[in-house]
Each structure stands twice: as structure tokens, then as C-alpha cells.
């Protein structure tokens, strides 16, 4: 259900980001004024916080989290006097996001951009979408992908932009990839290359696409082999592979492959879903995505037919309960696209609504094991001393209304505060 993305170079975001900004372009700045307390990183921060959901499944009452630096460095009972009191609200671990599309936006009409557009436009609405996120309590997102992406994820590391912290595939690779000619499919070796390519340009990990989209029937377009090629030399170059699958067969040559981690997987079967779990691939099913292209349907006039979408809601959020009953690890990721930014937490709504899933599970999903998937579980996506400061606060406790996700106060990302509205 990802359709292709412009690709706009790095050296062309260094020319053109200082002189949107200088130009005023768009309504960022408007985020950055209008956010309250946003605060450097000081030398030691306390938060009291009247519940502690950890990410690993604890729940912790009347806690007070101490922050040095970026790192928690203990939890221990409150004591009525920190520096930031959230003892009426739920702290979380910063939410994690593994699967977004920080390029795709609206224009001024609301409709989808899907061409040329000027590479001004593009880095402040990419900008634009990465805040959102961060403003909505998701302090980490894996971006797949573009090459605007890296640029946009360099700007944040180095405090230029605020933003959630990215790791990016800075492209797609698909049955066009490589190809020496368009009537002969691409080579295992040129699929290699092009992975070996991908890493020197800086990505994070490689995004493949083993199937076609839903509205194509999601059928496997790749052979095993080029699937094998892709993954197989992922590895050996220190990265993680996740695929675009739908269709139950290229899900399996991906789990054979030893790709990391299925999207999608909407027609995945129970014998696939048993060697998922055998061989610890990550799952991640994703309804937000779905919803927002129905919700929103007049700004995608590219999608002709939405019916394989809405047929796509009941399986989608069955297969929820299948994963879980054979120990797959699933993680939460919501394909958010134009019209998604900043609503990302709506994919927890659905997951407890729809796919019944708990609300523990639905957040663990977010936090711990998302960090898992990202190669990152000893360092986010817990409140554990010695991990980043990534923390979000909510009006309620998400464990007994899964709404509260909607109500963020406090948002902290390695221990600088970037929301705090309480």
C-alpha cells in the first residue's frame, strides 16, 4: 500500500533548507513558537509521575525518574519536588513508529503530491511531518523511504530541526530495481550491488518489496532467489532488511530469506506465521494506513478503486489475534503517509478496538519491542536506567482507555523537553 516516492537529493536539501527557513515557506515555525517548554537537555532533570507503564509490561505507581544528561539513571519512589510534576498523568517510554513516509503530504488543495514539486516545498513539508510526529509522542520512527529522509534525519542529530530520532532505507527496492533491461528482471548480483549502493549512502536499513501492492492482489513479484539476494547481502553489510508483503508466499520467501521483519502481511497463513516465530521475524501489520486512505480517499484521486482496501480491514485486523497465538513478535508500525502525521497514536486505537489486542500489548508493541526491531532494545523503548530519556506523558491511563494515546502532554526525547502542555 506504498506507492513511489520522489527521490530529492541530500546536497540539494543543504541548498534549499536554509533558504525556506530564511523565507518563512510553510507554517513550520509556527510549531516551534506556539510549542511550550521546549527546554535543552540539562544536567539532571526529575519527573514525578503518578503511573510508570516501562515498556516491558510494569506498572509502576508514585515513581520519580531521574535524567542526567540524555540517560535515565534511576527510578525510585517520588518525593514531591522535581522538576517537572506529572504525578496527574501516565508516563510511557517515547512511542516508536517502524514504519512511516516523513515525505508524503498534501498541497494547499489537501490533495496527495504526486509529482514535481519544488525541493523548497518538499524539505519543509518532510520537516513539517517529522515535528508532528515528535508532537504526537513518537520519539523514534523508521522512514522507508527517501533520500529526503537522511537529510531530514542528519538536521535533527544535529539539533537543527526538532524531530524524532530516523532511521531511513533512503529508498525502496522492488521488481524494477537493477534491472539490466525492463524485459529481463534484475540479476541477484545487481540486486547486491544495488543493497551495497543503498549502505554507502547512508541508510539505516533496506526496504524490499516482495509483493505487489493490495490493490494489484498482493501476489509475490519477486523470485526467492532476488529475495534471497536482497536480504542475504543486507546482512552482510550490517544491515536490517524489512519487506513490503501482503500474499502469503512472499511472506515466506521472505521469512526464508532471514529478511528481519514483515509488513504488511495482510493473507498471511498459519503454517507462515509458525515459521515466523521459529526463525524470531518481526511482524508488522498496519490498520492506521488503511483507514486514513478510506478516510481520506478524495485526497488520493491516484487510487482508483478503494474497494481492496476496505475488504483489507477484517483480515488485517484478524491476523492480530493469529500472530499472537503463535508467538510472533509483533511491533507497531503504522505506514503513515499524507494525512497520517501526527495522528500516528490512531493505530493503538485500532489495534485494541479492532484487532482486540490489549492495551499492554499494544504498547509494548511500541516501546520494548519495536526497539528489538530496530536493533536498539538495549538503548530505547524502555524506562530503565540507563536508556535514553525518550518519555511521553498522557492525560489518562491508556491501560484502562486506550484514547488517552490522543491526549499527549509531555513529550521528552533524550532528555531535552520538546512539549510540555500539562
Known sequence: MVFASRRISRSVLRQVMP??????????????????????????????????????????????????????????????????????FTVTPGWIDTHVHLTWHFNAQNILVNGREDPASSALYTAENAYLTLMGGFTTVQSVGAPMDAAVRDRINQGSLAGPRILTSIRQINNATARPD?????????????????????????????????????????SDEQIQAVCGEARNVGLRAIVHAIGDSGIRASVRAGCTSIEHGNFVKDDTLELMAARGTFF??????????????????????????????APTAEVFGRARA???????GTDAVAGAHGRNAEEFIYRVRDAHETPMDALISATSAA?????????????VPGYEADLVAVEGNPLEDITAVRRVVFVMKGGRVYRNTR
Open 326 to 332: 503463535h508467538h510472533v513478535k509483533i511491533v507497531f
Open 284 to 313: 508488522d501489520p498496519n490498520l492506521l494506513v488503511i483507514h486514513n486512505y478510506i478516510d481520506k480517499k478524495e485526497s488520493f484521486p491516484n487510487i482508483r478503486d478503494f474497494k481492496p482496501l476496505q475488504d483489507a480491514l
Open 19 to 88: 533558504t525556506a527557513y530564511a523565507t518563512g515557506m510553510r507554517r513550520l515555525f509556527c510549531f516551534f513558537l506556539l510549542a511550550r517548554s521546549i527546554s535543552f537537555a540539562q544536567d539532571r532533570i526529575t519527573i514525578d509521575a503518578g503511573t510508570v507503564i516501562d515498556g516491558k509490561g510494569g506498572v509502576h505507581k508514585n515513581q520519580q525518574i531521574v535524567i542526567e544528561g540524555s540517560k535515565i539513571v534511576e527510578m525510585r519512589p517520588a518525593r514531591g519536588k522535581s522538576t517537572y510534576d506529572l504525578r496527574a
Open 182 to 222: 525492463p524485459d529481463h528482471p534484475a540479476p541477484p548480483e545487481a540486486l547486491r550491488e544495488y543493497v551495497r549502493k543503498t549502505k554507502s549512502e547512508g541508510a539505516d536499513l533496506i526496504k524490499l518489496f516482495a509483493t505487489a501492492g493490495m490493490g494489484a492482489g498482493g501476489g509475490q513479484n519477486m
Open 371 to 383: 526497539a528489538e526491531s530496530l536493533g536498539m532494545g538495549d538503548k530505547i523503548g524502555a524506562v
